[in-house]
C-alpha cells in the first residue's frame, strides 16, 4: 500500500474528502519552495502534488508555465528536487506526495503504458492517470485499466488555470467514473476559492488547487499568507 | 534492404504509430479520443477516391501542381559535376511546398464536421497556406506564430491577417516555432470539441507524421515521372536532397524512392553558427538525442535532464528542436543521411542561385542548395542531383538584407 492508498483510507474512515495542493519544484527557488512545502500538511493538504518543471508542459496554462521558468532559471534540476523531498521526508513519513509515491504524467496515454506506467506498478509507485470530459463510456475502461492511486477528473477541456470548474457539469461525470472504478476520484482545473473547493469536493473524492496557489507564490506573497490561502481552501473542502 | 533486415521502408508507422523507437502518441487525455478519432476518419480517407479525387482537383487548380522539375543549367555547369534538378515547389500557390498538406488537411477537418482551424508557424509559410485554405472555405483560423518569428518575418503576418485569419503572437520561450506548436496545442485542448489542429509538419502525436508525409508525397511521385520523361524511361535520381526543419518537403520528397536502393537520400539540417556544444544550431540528428516532445518521441536538443534546449537558425522555418519521427527512425537504420549548413554557407547558396538561376529560393532550401554545392563538384557528370526547391524567397529578402548588410529604407 502506498502513502495515498493510506491516506485514502484514512479519509473514508474520517468520512473526509481529501484536499490536493499543487506546487512547482524550486519555485520561485529552492529555498521558499521547500519552506512552503513544509507548510503545507500543517495547513490541511492530505496529498501534495509535486511538480517537476518543464521548459514545455503542454497542459499548463501561463500560470504554471511561468512558475516552471522561475524554477529552472533558479537552477531546478531533477536531482534537486528529488533532495527536496529527501529533505521532506527527514521530518514527515506519511504526508503522499504525487509525482514519489505516485506518477502523473499528462502527455503519457494508456496507449503508451508499456513504457513507464507498468514498470512504475512494479516498483510499488502508484500511476495516477487523468480523466477528461472527452473520456468517453467507449474509452473510459481503457484509461481505468492501468490506473491506480486514484482517478483525476480533470473538470474542464483546456489547460490549467483557464475557465472555472462547475459543480453541476462536474457531478455527473464524477457519478459515471466511479461506477466503473473503486478508486477515489479527485477533481482538478479550474478551482481558485474555498467555496469552489467545497463544491468540487461535495460532488467526489475531493479536489486539486494548483494555479491559485502558484499564483502567490508569482506575485512574492509571503509564505505565511500562502499557507493561509491554502488553509482556507482546505477547509473548503473538508467542510464538504 | 536485407542487410537491416527490413524488406521495405515503406510500411511505417505500426499500429501504434512507430517509427521504430520513434513516434507514437503522446497527448493529454483530453486530445486522446479526437486523435484516435483522427487515425479512423484518415484511414478511411487514404484509401477513398472520392478524397483523392478532391485532392487532385484542387492541387491542379487552385496550387498549380505538378510543379516544374528543372534542370539548373548554369547551376550545374558552374559546379562542374553532377547534373542538379530543382524541384520547383517553390511555384505552388503560397509559395511553398506546404499547401500541398494544408489542402488534405483541410479536406479531412471538413468532412469531420470541424469549424475552427488552428496552425502554428514558423517562417509562416505553413500559416499563410492554412489561412489561405480557411479563406477558400470560409473557415474561422487562428494562426500561433511565435513573437521573434512574427518580427522576422513581418510580410507573412500581414499576409494571414490579409486572408482573415487571426495571428498569435506567442511570447513564452524564445518565441519560435517550437513554442507556437505548444501554444497551438493548448488552445486544441480547450477547443478540442469544434477544432482542428493542421499540423505543419511531419512531426506531432500519430496520425500527423504518417498523414502530412502522405499529403507532402506528390512531390517525389512527381520526381519520379517527371525525371523519367527528361532523362529517359526507368531513370531515377542517384541522390535526392532537401531541408529539414520538421522535415516535411523533405519526407515529400523522399518517401517514394525509399525503397529505391540506387538512390541515395540526404536530409539537411540548419546548422546555425555551427553544430558544437555551444548549441547555436537545430541540427536535432547531429547534436541531440532521443527524447519526446509535441506528441511524439524523436530526436531532440535537450540537457541532461530532459529539457529542451532552444535552437538557433537564420532560417525560422528550420528554427525547431526537433524533427520528424520518420526522419529520426531512417538516420538510426542508415537509409538516409543527414548533414548540417551553416547560416553562412546557407546565404551563399541563396546568393548563387539567385545570379545563376534567376530564383530566388527561401532561406529553407538554401540549406539544401548549399550542400548541393558541397557535393556536385566531386560527383560524375551523369550523376543526377534532385533538390527541392521548397519555397520561395521573398519573405527571406529583408532577413537577407540585414545580414549583407544593405539599408531597405527607402
Not at chain 1, 521530518?91 to 506518477?103: F, R
Not at chain 1, 503519457?108 to 503504458?113: C, G, I, V
Not at chain 1, 514498470?119 to 470530459?133: C, H, Q, V
Not at chain 2, 493548448?186 to 507524421?209: L, S
Amino acid at each position: 500500500m502506498t502513502r495515498i492508498d493510506a491516506t485514502f483510507q484514512r479519509l473514508k474512515a474520517e468520512g473526509k474528502k481529501a484536499f490536493v495542493s499543487y506546487i512547482m519544484a524550486g519555485d520561485p527557488d529552492a529555498e521558499t519552495s521547500f519552506a512552503v512545502m513544509k507548510g503545507l500538511p500543517e495547513a490541511g493538504v492530505d496529498i501534495i502534488e509535486l511538480g517537476m518543471p518543464f521548459t514545455d508542459p503542454m497542459a499548463d496554462g501561463p500560470t504554471i508555465q511561468l512558475a516552471g521558468q522561475r524554477a529552472l532559471e533558479a537552477g531546478q534540476t531533477l536531482e534537486r528536487t528529488l533532495q527536496m523531498v529527501r529533505d521532506f521526508r527527514k521530518a514527515d513519513d506519511t504526508t503522499p506526495i504525487v509525482g514519489i509515491d505516485g506518477l502523473i504524467v499528462v502527455d503519457l496515454p494508456p496507449e503508451e503504458d508499456s513504457e513507464l506506467c507498468l514498470p512504475a506498478k512494479a516498483a510499488g509507485l502508484n500511476f495516477i492517470r487523468l480523466a477528461t470530459p472527452t473520456t468517453d463510456a467507449k474509452r473510459l475502461p481503457t484509461v481505468l485499466q492501468n490506473t491506480s492511486g486514484f482517478v483525476y477528473y480533470v473538470s474542464i477541456t483546456g489547460i490549467t488555470g483557464a475557465a472555472a470548474a462547475q459543480a453541476a457539469d462536474v457531478a455527473p461525470e464524477v457519478a459515471r467514473i466511479k461506477a466503473s472504478t473503486d478508486l477515489p476520484v479527485i477533481v482538478g482545473f479550474g478551482i481558485r476559492t474555498p467555496e469552489t473547493a467545497k463544491a468540487i469536493a461535495g460532488v467526489a473524492d475531493g479536489c486539486v488547487v494548483g494555479s491559485a496557489i502558484v499564483k502567490m507564490i508569482e506575485q512574492k506573497r509571503s509564505v505565511a499568507d500562502i499557507l493561509a490561502f491554502v488553509r482556507g481552501l482546505a477547509d473548503g473542502a473538508h467542510r464538504a | 534492404m536485407a542487410e537491416d533486415g527490413i524488406n521495405s521502408f515503406m510500411t511505417g508507422p505500426d499500429e501504434a504509430g512507430r517509427f521504430g523507437i520513434f513516434g507514437g502518441r503522446f497527448v493529454s487525455e483530453t486530445l486522446m479520443p479526437l486523435i484516435l478519432e483522427l487515425e479512423e476518419r484518415y484511414t478511411f480517407a487514404k484509401t477513398d477516391p472520392s478524397f483523392w479525387a478532391e485532392m487532385e482537383d484542387l492541387w491542379k487548380h487552385y496550387v498549380g501542381r505538378p510543379s516544374p522539375l528543372y534542370f539548373a543549367e548554369r547551376m550545374t555547369t558552374h559546379l562542374g559535376g553532377a547534373k542538379i534538378y530543382m524541384k520547383r515547389d517553390e511555384l505552388n500557390h503560397t509559395g511553398a511546398h506546404k499547401i500541398n498538406n494544408v489542402l488534405g488537411q483541410i479536406i479531412l477537418a471538413r468532412r469531420m464536421g470541424k469549424t475552427r482551424i488552428i496552425a502554428e508557424t514558423g517562417a509562416g509559410q505553413h500559416g499563410v497556406a492554412t489561412a489561405t485554405v480557411c479563406a477558400k472555405f470560409g473557415l474561422k483560423c487562428v494562426v500561433y506564430m511565435g513573437a521573434h518569428d512574427v518580427e522576422r518575418q513581418a510580410p507573412n503576418v500581414f499576409r494571414m491577417r490579409l486572408l482573415g485569419a487571426e495571428v498569435v503572437p506567442v511570447t513564452s520561450g524564445r518565441g519560435t516555432l517550437k513554442d507556437a506548436m505548444n501554444d497551438a496545442l493548448r488552445d486544441w485542448v480547450t477547443n478540442v470539441r469544434d477544432t482542428f489542429y493542421c499540423i505543419g509538419t511531419v512531426a506531432g502525436p500519430h496520425p500527423y507524421p504518417a498523414m502530412v508525409r502522405d499529403f507532402q508525397s506528390v512531390i517525389g511521385r512527381e520526381v519520379r515521372w517527371q525525371l523519367a520523361e527528361q532523362e529517359g524511361e526507368g531513370r531515377l535520381p542517384d541522390t535526392v536532397i532537401a531541408a529539414i526543419g520538421g522535415g516535411s518537403n523533405a519526407m515529400g520528397l523522399f518517401y517514394p524512392f525509399l525503397d529505391d536502393p540506387s538512390v541515395k537520400i540526404i536530409g539537411v539540417e540548419a546548422g546555425g553558427k555551427g553544430v558544437d556544444d555551444r548549441m547555436q544550431h537545430c541540427a536535432s540528428l547531429t547534436g541531440g538525442r532521443p527524447g519526446v516532445l509535441h506528441g511524439n518521441r524523436t530526436y531532440l536538443l535537450q540537457d541532461a535532464d530532459g529539457q529542451i534546449l532552444e535552437g538557433f537558425s537564420i532560417s525560422a522555418g528550420l528554427d525547431y528542436p526537433g524533427i520528424g519521427p520518420e526522419h529520426a527512425w531512417l538516420h538510426d537504420t542508415g537509409r538516409a543521411q543527414y548533414v548540417s549548413i551553416t547560416d553562412t554557407e546557407a546565404l551563399e547558396a541563396f546568393q548563387l542561385c539567385c545570379k545563376l538561376e534567376g530564383i530566388i529560393p527561401a532561406l529553407e532550401p538554401s540549406h539544401a542548395l548549399a550542400h548541393v554545392m558541397k557535393i556536385a563538384p566531386k560527383l560524375p557528370k551523369d550523376h543526377i542531383i534532385v533538390m527541392n526547391m521548397c519555397g520561395r524567397g521573398d519573405k527571406d529578402i529583408f532577413t537577407v538584407a540585414k545580414h549583407l548588410g544593405f539599408d531597405m529604407k527607402v
